[in-house]
């Protein structure tokens, strides 16, 4: 009798052990965001942050916006935090996020070799700034990956009266990766490259880089996040996914302020900002 009470004992231990841990396991979220949020180092400060006030593991895919915003359409992702509003709002408009929250901005700039072979160093017009690289030929590291970045990239050459599809030669070189992949390729080649600030200030391996042109109004970029929607699929920790959302546009606009690199602070929250 001992024998079998001490059996059905170490049985309802064991569901209890096994079936909380289960429980603490399912205690998370996927986000799916930028590589530019997760290269500049953002996430490694709030995160833990999110998670010591919440008990809420998140998981980070970085990806391009456009990859980003395509795994949130198949569901595989709670969250998804990126930067192309346009994209943002064809997401919201097509049923597949709740709402759309702003967070935070920062900039774009273009970095360029120190030699500076378009003549491009301290303008604050970044149209200008691609005319001359083109008419130089001077080589220029596109993303090349639908990122938000790249998005950006598109619509200011746009802006310039190029079209690069058409217009682009030898000098011009499509990557299909991340922020901090293009920053290396135009480190090694000694070429121009549009990229996020707040990456650029934590990239370490510059080599012969630096900053030809920023300051240009035309070079803000606002990042938001929305919850996937739970009607479309079901599995989203629609919650969990709310929670981290919340945090976000408030308290957690605090420790995104808080983050700097060298002193620089990387992105500026303005959850307040309804129309960012």
Do not use: C
């Not at 160093?121 to 080589?139: E, F, H, M, Q, W």
């Not at 739970?230 to 945090?247: L, M, R, T, Y």
């Amino acid at each position: 009798m001992k024998m079998l009470t001490r059996r059905l004992l170490m049985a309802v231990t064991a569901t209890l052990v096994f079936g909380g841990s289960a429980s603490a396991q399912e205690k998370s979220i996927l986000v799916a965001s930028t590589t530019s949020t997760q290269d500049s180092g953002l996430f490694g400060h709030i995160l833990p942050m999110f998670k010591a006030r919440t008990g809420i593991d998140v998981k980070v895919v970085a990806q391009g916006t456009g990859q980003a915003l395509d795994t949130a359409r198949r569901g595989d992702a709670d969250v998804v935090f990126v930067h192309a509003r346009a994209a943002e709002e064809k997401f919201l408009a097509g049923g597949f996020g709740v709402k759309r929250y702003p967070v935070m901005y920062n900039d774009f700039i273009l970095v360029g070799p120190k030699g500076d072979p378009a003549g491009i160093k301290g303008s604050k017009d970044i149209t200008a700034a691609l005319v001359a690289i083109k008419a130089k030929g001077a080589d220029f590291i596109s993303r090349g990956d639908k990122s938000g970045t790249h998005q950006a990239e598109l619509n200011l050459w746009k802006l310039a009266g190029i079209d690069i599809a058409r217009d682009k030669g030898p000098w011009y070189k499509e990557i299909g990766q991340g922020m901090g992949a293009a920053l290396n390729t135009a480190s090694a080649a000694n070429a121009y490259v549009l990229a996020d600030r707040g990456t650029w200030l934590s990239f370490k391996n510059r080599g012969e880089l630096m900053i030809a042109v920023e300051g240009d109004k035309r070079l803000f970029n606002q990042y938001g996040v929305m919850l996937v929607n739970p009607e479309k699929h079901p599995s989203v920790k629609k919650d969990f996914g709310q929670q981290f959302i919340d945090w976000l546009v408030s308290e957690g606009q605090r420790a995104i302020a808080d983050y700097k690199v060298n002193g620089e602070q990387l992105f500026y929250p303005n959850a307040g900002d309804s129309g960012a």
